[in-house]
C-alpha cells in the first residue's frame, strides 16, 4: 500500500497545481464535511450538498491563506461549521425551523472528530481490514455482498471482522499513546470494539457524484476563466450566459455543472 503524505504536504502539492494532490484532498475530507452537514447540524440531504460543494469550493480558493498547512483539518473543519450556520441563518429566514441545542450539536460534532481518528487509523492499517471493516460498518454491506466483493468466503468474514477490529484497537491504542491525548471519546471511554463500529458508522460514503464535482474545481475554475473572458469581448455571449448560467457552464466542457458554480459564474459577472 502507498503511504499516506502528510496534510502538509497535500496542501504544498495542491498549491503547486497538482490535481492529483486536490483529488486526494477531497476524498481524504469528504466524509468529514459530509458528517458535519448531515449529522452535526441536520442539513437536509440538498442542503448539506449545497454545503459540501460550498465548502470545497472556498477551500480551493482560500487554501493559500492557511498559514499552518498541517492545520488543514481544523481548518476545514471551521469552514464546514460556518457555512451550515449560514445555511440553517438564511433558512430560518425564510421559514422558522427547530432549532438545535448546542451541547447536543457539540457532542455529536465530537463524535465526527473521534469518528474521523478511528478512519485515519483503519486507512493506515490498509487492507484487507480496511476494506472489510469500512464496507460492514460505513456502508452496511451485508457479509455475502462483502465476500462476493473481495473474493473471500462469506462464512470467514465475521471472524475477519473481529480480527481485524482486534487489529484497530491495536493501532489507536498506538497513535494514542503518542498523541498523549485527553479529551476525546477514546479517552473517555476505551479503546471497546463495539465503540468502534459505532464511530465507524459516523463516516458513511459521500454520494460519489458530489465528489466528482468537487475534485472537478481546478478544471471547473479553468473553464470559468473561459466564459468570463468570452464575455467580456462578446455582448451576446454575455446575455446567453446570465440566461442560462447552468446551460452555459455545460456547454462549455462540465459534464454536471452545479449550483455552487453557476452562483460562482454569476458572482463573477457582477465584477466584471
Given at each position: 500500500?502507498?503511504?499516506?503524505?502528510?496534510?502538509?504536504?497535500?496542501?504544498?502539492?495542491?498549491?503547486?497545481?497538482?490535481?492529483?494532490?486536490?483529488?486526494?484532498?477531497?476524498?481524504?475530507?469528504?466524509?468529514?464535511?459530509?458528517?458535519?452537514?448531515?449529522?452535526?447540524?441536520?442539513?437536509?440531504?440538498?442542503?448539506?450538498?449545497?454545503?459540501?460543494?460550498?465548502?470545497?469550493?472556498?477551500?480551493?480558493?482560500?487554501?493559500?491563506?492557511?498559514?499552518?498547512?498541517?492545520?488543514?483539518?481544523?481548518?476545514?473543519?471551521?469552514?464546514?461549521?460556518?457555512?451550515?450556520?449560514?445555511?440553517?441563518?438564511?433558512?430560518?429566514?425564510?421559514?422558522?425551523?427547530?432549532?438545535?441545542?448546542?451541547?447536543?450539536?457539540?457532542?455529536?460534532?465530537?463524535?465526527?472528530?473521534?469518528?474521523?481518528?478511528?478512519?485515519?487509523?483503519?486507512?493506515e492499517l490498509g487492507p484487507p481490514c480496511s476494506e472489510i471493516l469500512d464496507r460492514f460498518f460505513a456502508r452496511d454491506e451485508s457479509y455475502r455482498t462483502i465476500g462476493d466483493a473481495l473474493?473471500?468466503?462469506?462464512?470467514?468474514?465475521?471472524?475477519?471482522?473481529?480480527?481485524?477490529?482486534?487489529?484497530?484497537?491495536?493501532?489507536?491504542?498506538?497513535?494514542?499513546?503518542?498523541?498523549?491525548?485527553?479529551?476525546?471519546?477514546?479517552?473517555?471511554?476505551?479503546?471497546?470494539?463495539?465503540?468502534?463500529?459505532?464511530?465507524?458508522?459516523?463516516?458513511?460514503?459521500?454520494?460519489?457524484?458530489?465528489?466528482?464535482?468537487?475534485?472537478?474545481?481546478?478544471?471547473?475554475?479553468?473553464?470559468?476563466?473561459?466564459?468570463?473572458?468570452?464575455?467580456?469581448?462578446?455582448?451576446?455571449?454575455?446575455?446567453?450566459?446570465?440566461?442560462?448560467?447552468?446551460?452555459?457552464?455545460?456547454?462549455?466542457?462540465?459534464?454536471?455543472?452545479?449550483?455552487?458554480?453557476?452562483?460562482?459564474?454569476?458572482?463573477?459577472?457582477?465584477?466584471?
Amino acid at each position: 500500500m502507498a503511504e499516506r503524505i502528510s496534510d502538509g504536504e497535500l496542501v504544498r502539492r495542491c498549491r503547486a497545481g497538482e490535481e492529483a494532490a486536490w483529488n486526494e484532498l477531497v476524498e481524504r475530507y469528504s466524509r468529514y464535511v459530509y458528517a458535519i452537514a448531515a449529522q452535526g447540524y441536520r442539513l437536509s440531504l440538498h442542503d448539506a450538498e449545497d454545503v459540501f460543494q460550498d465548502v470545497f469550493l472556498r477551500a480551493y480558493d482560500r487554501l493559500d491563506t492557511l498559514r499552518d498547512a498541517a492545520a488543514l483539518r481544523p481548518w476545514l473543519g471551521q469552514l464546514t461549521r460556518r457555512t451550515c450556520l449560514d445555511r440553517l441563518a438564511s433558512a430560518a429566514r425564510e421559514s422558522p425551523a427547530e432549532t438545535l441545542e448546542p451541547t447536543e450539536t457539540a457532542e455529536t460534532l465530537l463524535g465526527i472528530e473521534e469518528a474521523l481518528d478511528v478512519h485515519d487509523a483503519l486507512t493506515e492499517l490498509g487492507p484487507p481490514c480496511s476494506e472489510i471493516l469500512d464496507r460492514f460498518f460505513a456502508r452496511d454491506e451485508s457479509y455475502r455482498t462483502i465476500g462476493d466483493a473481495l473474493e473471500i468466503p462469506g462464512g470467514t468474514i465475521a471472524s475477519r471482522i473481529s480480527r481485524c477490529l482486534a487489529k484497530l484497537r491495536e493501532q489507536l491504542e498506538g497513535r494514542n499513546d503518542a498523541a498523549e491525548t485527553s479529551g476525546h471519546l477514546m479517552s473517555r471511554y476505551g479503546f471497546d470494539e463495539e465503540l468502534l463500529g459505532e464511530l465507524l458508522r459516523r463516516l458513511p460514503p459521500v454520494p460519489q457524484g458530489w465528489v466528482e464535482a468537487a475534485q472537478e474545481l481546478p478544471r471547473a475554475r479553468r473553464v470559468l476563466d473561459e466564459i468570463v473572458t468570452r464575455a467580456e469581448a462578446d455582448l451576446e455571449y454575455r446575455r446567453a450566459v446570465l440566461a442560462d448560467l447552468e446551460a452555459a457552464l455545460a456547454e462549455a466542457g462540465l459534464q454536471a455543472p452545479t449550483p455552487t458554480l453557476a452562483a460562482e459564474l454569476r458572482r463573477r459577472f457582477s465584477h466584471t
